[in-house]
C-alpha cells in the first residue's frame, strides 16, 4: 500500500518562505512522476508544480520564479520550496504520486499566508 504523508504546512506572512515535505512510502517503481497540487477555498484542485524521476520539472504560472519543486529518489520525499509567498497562494497543499496506471494522493497540509 502507497501511502504520501505531507509535512510544512503553516501560517506565513506574506514575502514570506516555507517548504513543503511529501514523504511517500510503499512500493514505488523508480520510474514515477511526483507532485503538488493545491485547492484554495471555493475553488477547484489546481497544478502546482510536477517532477518526473528524472528530474524534469513544470510549474504553474502563477508560481514560476517562487516555488521550486525537488526530490530526493533515495528517500522517496518530493519537496517544494515556497518564496515570496502571497496571500493568494493560502491553500491546502496536497502530494500527488503516479507511475503507470496508478495514482496516489496525500491527505494535505495547509498553507496561510497572511497579508
Known amino acids: 500500500q502507497v501511502q504520501l504523508v505531507e509535512s510544512g504546512g503553516s501560517l506565513v506572512q506574506a514575502g514570506g518562505s516555507l517548504r513543503l515535505s511529501c514523504a511517500a512510502s510503499g512500493s514505488i517503481p523508480s520510474r514515477n512522476v511526483m507532485g503538488w497540487y493545491r485547492q484554495a477555498p471555493g475553488k477547484q484542485r489546481e497544478l502546482v508544480a510536477v517532477i518526473i524521476s528524472g528530474g524534469t520539472t513544470k510549474y504553474a504560472d502563477a508560481v514560476k520564479g517562487r516555488f521550486t519543486i525537488s526530490r530526493d529518489n533515495a528517500k522517496n520525499t518530493v519537496y517544494l520550496q515556497m518564496n515570496s509567498l502571497k496571500p493568494e497562494d493560502t491553500a491546502v497543499y496536497y502530494c500527488?504520486?503516479?507511475?503507470?496506471?496508478?495514482?496516489?494522493w496525500g491527505k494535505g497540509t495547509l498553507v496561510t499566508v497572511s497579508s
Open positions: 500527488r504520486a503516479g507511475w503507470g496506471s496508478m495514482d496516489y
